[in-house]
């Protein structure tokens, strides 16, 4: 299901999922500029649905992209990290907040590969492992950002992204996908 119709059923499939609902709802009082749920919590709304699962099956956490490159320091993301935690707390669930702005600055020490600079969370979003797993809603509009379409996702093939080729972590990571839902394909 591409086009409106796509979009609306994956909005639909997100927001089935309470702590994606409650986040949608509060993460814009607080002003983040670029503001995106995504990751899991979004592509994986469409598999469980699809699999009969319940919203949130499988989710390790919820993650938050933002973009605010007027201040790259540790404290400005921290401040913003502690914002978000005291903002859902209540949610019983773990929220990963980035600030795709600084993102450069610690990628290559923690995973051992360069990252460049980016100029916006959709860039963030554009380089995950997997094609069909390129999606954020924002949440101030309330629109989906799905570069690839949603053909891949519905019928679940994980193809490597051609902006980020990891060959090994993009195998681990499409394999750790299939042990929650075995029917996903792997397309190398």
Known sequence: MNGAAGERALIDDV?????????????????????????????QARWNRLAGE????????????????ADLSW????????????LTRDLGATVEVRNQARVHL?????????????????????????????VGLDVASGELYAPDGFEDLDNGILRPNAHFKQPALFRRKAEDYRRRWPWLVVAE
């Open 106 to 134: 610690w990628f290559e020490m923690r995973f051992g590969t360069h990252y460049p600079r980016l100029r916006s969370a959709r860039e963030g979003i554009d380089r995950f492992l997997i094609r069909c797993t390129c």
């Open 15 to 43: 927001l089935a999922d309470p702590v994606n609902a409650a986040l949608a709802a509060r993460l814009p009082s607080l002003g983040l500029p670029q503001c995106h749920l995504t990751a899991g919590c979004v592509f």
């Open 54 to 69: 319940p919203p949130g099956h499988g989710v390790n956490d919820y993650d938050v992209f933002y973009f605010d490159d």
């Open 75 to 86: 404290e400005a993301e921290d401040a913003v990290v502690q914002a978000v935690g005291a």
